[in-house]
């Protein structure tokens, strides 16, 4: 693979996995725990809120109490010599924690949200924050009641930045997937897009994916393990 300049990496649960987080659909995954159609869509969010803010309290409040991995600073690492080197890494991930920026990324792009932002669905407001919420609390902007919810894209909705999602794609010479298992849209089809720019595709993930066969190299193994080792690589050429 000639030396690459211009990065796009697409990260999944799978990165944060040995952060301690639980990916979705592997064995006891989240999905097995809570079900989707209550926790992660704008059905489920209507009929039972108090529900959906208990479960994203959850998440939020395991946030404090798992630090970034080896993978995480490896990518950091590598957006840092990137740079140096008049090149570039962008970092989309489809995880709602913040490990990528706690481990030093920069340019990081959350399609599906972020477990400390919340929006308020009445005017739209966006703001940060660690504490638990409930469906009692008020805007911090229009004060309405019950306007909070999770800034995260559930099921049925779209995904954040898909416009500057564009752009990088199109500035690409290499995209690399992490830790994700290719099962959800448009997410899953940015491999593709890659190959239609005739972009230089590889996966790093524990085991195949559904997208494995789309790329020119797929490395299986533990990310904490095999990330590091292959920014070491792009760093010497
Ligand atoms: P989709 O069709 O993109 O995703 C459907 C996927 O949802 C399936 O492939 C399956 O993996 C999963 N799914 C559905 N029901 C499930 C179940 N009972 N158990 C386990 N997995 C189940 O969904 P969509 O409605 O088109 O999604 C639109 C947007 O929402 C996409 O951007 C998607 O990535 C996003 N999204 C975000 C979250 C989140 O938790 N942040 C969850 C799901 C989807
Ligand atoms: N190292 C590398 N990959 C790993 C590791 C690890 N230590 N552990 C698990 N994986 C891989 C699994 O093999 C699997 O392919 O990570 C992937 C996790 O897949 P999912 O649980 O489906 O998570 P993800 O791909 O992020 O789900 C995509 O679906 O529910 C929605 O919006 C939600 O963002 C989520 C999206």
């Known amino acids: 693979m000639s030396k690459p300049n211009h990065i796009v990496i697409l990260t999944g649960a799978g990165i944060s996995a040995e952060s301690g987080i639980d990916t979705f659909r592997a064995e006891g995954g989240l999905w097995e725990q809570y079900p989707v159609e209550q926790v992660a869509t704008p059905e489920g969010f209507a009929a039972d809120p108090a529900l959906v803010h208990q479960f994203y309290n959850m998440r939020r409040a395991a946030l404090k109490s798992v630090s970034p991995n080896a993978a995480h600073f490896a990518l950091a690492e590598l957006e840092k010599g990137l740079e140096s080197r008049g090149g570039s890494l962008t970092t989309i991930t489809q995880n709602v924690d913040n490990l990528h920026e706690q481990g030093g990324a920069k340019n990081v792009i959350h399609m599906h949200g972020v477990l400390t932002s919340l929006l308020c669905q009445y005017c739209g407001h966006r703001w940060e924050s660690h504490e638990d919420t409930s469906p009692e609390d008020s805007c911090i902007a229009c004060q309405r009641i019950a306007g909070p919810r999770p800034d995260i894209v559930w099921f049925g909705e779209m995904p954040y930045e898909l416009d500057r999602i564009d752009y990088v794609m199109s500035q690409a010479d290499l995209f690399v997937s992490i830790g994700t ?55 010497s050429q």
């Open 181 to 235: 298992s290719g099962a959800v849209y448009p997410a899953a089809g940015l491999v593709s897009e890659a190959r239609r720019r005739s972009i230089k595709t590889l996966e790093l993930n524990l085991e195949e994916s559904q997208g494995t066969s789309l790329f020119d190299e797929s490395r299986l193994g533990k990310a904490g393990e095999i990330v590091p080792k292959w920014v070491a690589e792009v760093l």
